[in-house]
């Protein structure tokens, strides 16, 4: 009997430990939209365009599509425009645009000064329901820039260029000791 209570307690502990383990689970993050008013996205928007989405490339954060820009509706937006967006999918607010498709644009300023947009931000291909709403309320449109912008995707921040100038300045001494040494033997 105090054998069969001495066995029990470490099973009765096994499994709490377990339900500890399982149930430790972080929960899915979903992307929640405030609004999908259009007028109200069009106000909130620094970057607005009308473009046919031409290509898309990505790393481990984010997928840049460039468009080829037909109509400026805001902000300072060029002929060719990286739009960049989450590359998590739909649980980080990510999007899937279609290579070919003409498309109302909605995007901020990210803090790397790239025009990003997202689910939330009302972006719409032709044809969607509020597509014309959405187009109505920015305004006339007028011509894109010139030339193409080109969002950077596998930034490096300022603490890998310091030691990669550190690694160059270091291997750059050795050098002119290594050629030193060389030309007073040789001398």
Request: one cysteine or more; charged letters at 20%.
């Amino acid at each position: 009997m105090v054998a069969a209570r001495l066995l029990a307690v470490p099973a009765v502990l096994a499994v709490l430990a377990g339900g500890l383990v399982l149930g430790s689970a972080a929960p899915a993050a979903a992307c929640s939209c405030v609004t999908d008013d259009p007028v109200e996205l069009a106000d909130h928007a620094d970057v607005a365009f009308v473009g046919v989405l031409t290509s898309q490339r990505s790393d481990d954060e984010v997928v840049a599509h460039l468009f080829t820009v037909v109509d400026v509706l805001a902000g300072h937006v060029r002929h060719g425009q990286d739009v960049v967006t989450p590359n998590a999918g739909e649980a980080s607010c990510g999007v899937e645009w279609t290579t070919g498709t003409t498309m109302v644009v909605l995007g901020r300023i990210d803090e790397r000064g790239r025009v990003a947009s997202d689910l939330c931000s009302g972006s719409l291909p032709a044809g969607a329901a509020a597509y014309d709403a959405t187009v109505e309320a920015l305004g006339e449109p007028r011509d894109p820039l010139p030339g193409r912008s080109m969002a950077a995707l596998d930034p490096m921040d300022a603490q890998d260029v310091l030691w990669a100038a550190a690694l160059v300045g270091v291997v750059g001494a050795l050098g002119m000791v290594v050629v030193r040494r060389l030309t007073r033997r040789a001398g």
